[in-house]
Each structure stands twice: as C-alpha cells, then as structure tokens.
Antibody
Framework: QEHLVESGGGVVQPGSSLRLSCVASGFTFSNFGMHWVRQAPGKGLDWVSLIWHDGSNRYYAASAKGRFTISRDNSENTVYLQMNSLRAEDTAIYFC????????????????WGQGTLVTVSS | QSVLTQPPSASGTPGQRVTISCSGSNSNIGSNALSWHQQVPGTAPKLLIYSNNQRPSGVPDRFSGSKSGTSASLAIGGLQSEDEADYYCASWDDSLNGWVFGAGTKLTVL
C-alpha cells in the first residue's frame, strides 16, 4: 500500500524558513518524480514544485521560484521542500504527491497523496 | 485566477448524470494530457482520471473523462451521495513550464 507522510509544518513568522519532509513507502520511490502541491485554507489546489525521479530536473511555480528548493534522497525515500522568505500567502496545507512511474509506461501522475502538513505564516 | 477555467458549482440528484467542464488554451489542455481529482472536504485529493480518459484501478466506471481541443470534461453517471466533493482538473502548461490546476468545482448531490 502506497504511503506518503509529510512533516515539518508549523507556525512561523514572515521572512522565516521552514523545511518540509515527505517519507514514502509501499512503492519504488526512485522510479517516481515527486510534487509538492499546496492548498490555502478554503481555497483550491496550487501546484508548487516537481522533481524528477533522479533529481536531474526541478520545476517551480512562479510563486515559489527563488524562495523554495525541492530536493530528494532516494536512499531515504524522502523528498524535501526548503522554504525561505516565507510570506503570509504561503499559509497552506502542503501535500507531497507522486508523479508517474517511469518504468510503468503509464503517465498516471498525482496518483499518491500524503495527508499534508500545515504551514502557517503569521506575525 | 487559474489558467484552467471550471464552473464553481454543479449539482444533480441521485442517479442523474452530471458533467463538469475544464477550459484552457493551446499551451495546456490543447497540447498536454489532463487529469481529474476528487477531494472530499477535510481529506487529501484522490486521482480520478489521468491521460484525459484513463481510470486508475479502483475508480468506478461511472467516472469518465474526455478532451477536445482546449477543453475537457468529467462525466459522473449514476450520481451517488458520496460523490459530493470538490473536483479539480490539472494539466502541464508549456508557457508557464509548470503544472496548473483549475479552481475547482463543488458538486452537490441534492
């Protein structure tokens, strides 16, 4: 059974930094790209970042570029999101989500979702 | 303001067929695959449709997806009370070089 568990959320002041982690189990993590998707309170889904299965490529939403860094450690089945210069508008639940399995031949993206970790940026 | 446009709400009665639309442009839906996601409030989203019209295992065949040009739609047949949720479309956008989600459609089962 595929499982993603996020951690690292909390309440921080504007301008602070936070590092989110997501540990995967139940599937071959190194075969999957990984996304971070966030959801502000009462709002819709907002894609943040994607890292390829081997870490060779990374993509960011305009809102995250220059402030957030996605990385992964395939030996630990973990993906990270380093968030710097946090703003009030970054307040959201942050979900870790799978991209597709590069060996499957099927582009079944966003199949596995974690339960999310809440980040609150407030003074 | 999302680059993928969805109606904010939809409704139907049990047993009815409902469709939810998602409209984009040549840089997203027009040239890339679309997925649909269901989110019951307070829970994580769930993948319903990928690659425009493919269902993951475990998703009932009451759910179907289609795409034409720069628009797509999700159809839900034989509406059930447990289908009451928010539905989101998503696609890669070549101009933004990133993924985009629609703003979501809240489905109410009357």
């Amino acid at each position: 059974q595929e499982h993603l568990v996020e951690s690292g959320g909390g309440v921080v002041q504007p301008g602070s930094s936070l590092r989110l982690s997501c540990v995967a189990s139940g599937f071959t993590f190194s075969n999957f790209g990984m996304h971070w998707v966030r959801q502000a309170p009462g709002k819709g889904l907002d894609w943040v970042s994607l890292i390829w299965h081997d870490g060779s490529n990374r993509y960011y939403a305009a809102s995250a570029k220059g402030r957030f860094t996605i990385s992964r450690d395939n030996s630990e089945n973990t993906v990270y999101l380093q968030m710097n210069s946090l703003r009030a508008e970054d307040t959201a639940i942050y979900f870790c989500v799978s991209d597709y399995d590069i060996l499957s031949g099927r582009y079944m993206r966003f199949a596995f979702w974690g339960q999310g970790t809440l980040v609150t940026v407030s003074s | 303001q999302s680059v993928l446009t969805q109606p904010p709400s939809a409704s139907g009665t049990p047993g009815q067929r409902v469709t939810i639309s998602c409209s984009g442009s040549n840089s997203n839906i027009g040239s890339n695959a679309l997925s649909w996601h269901q989110q019951v409030p307070g829970t994580a989203p769930k993948l319903l449709i990928y690659s425009n019209n493919q269902r993951p295992s475990g998703v009932p065949d009451r759910f179907s997806g289609s795409k034409s040009g720069t628009s797509a739609s999700l159809a839900i047949g034989g509406l059930q009370s447990e289908d009451e949720a928010d539905y989101y479309c998503a696609s890669w956008d070549d101009s933004l070089n990133g993924w985009v989600f629609g703003a979501g459609t809240k489905l109410t089962v009357l």
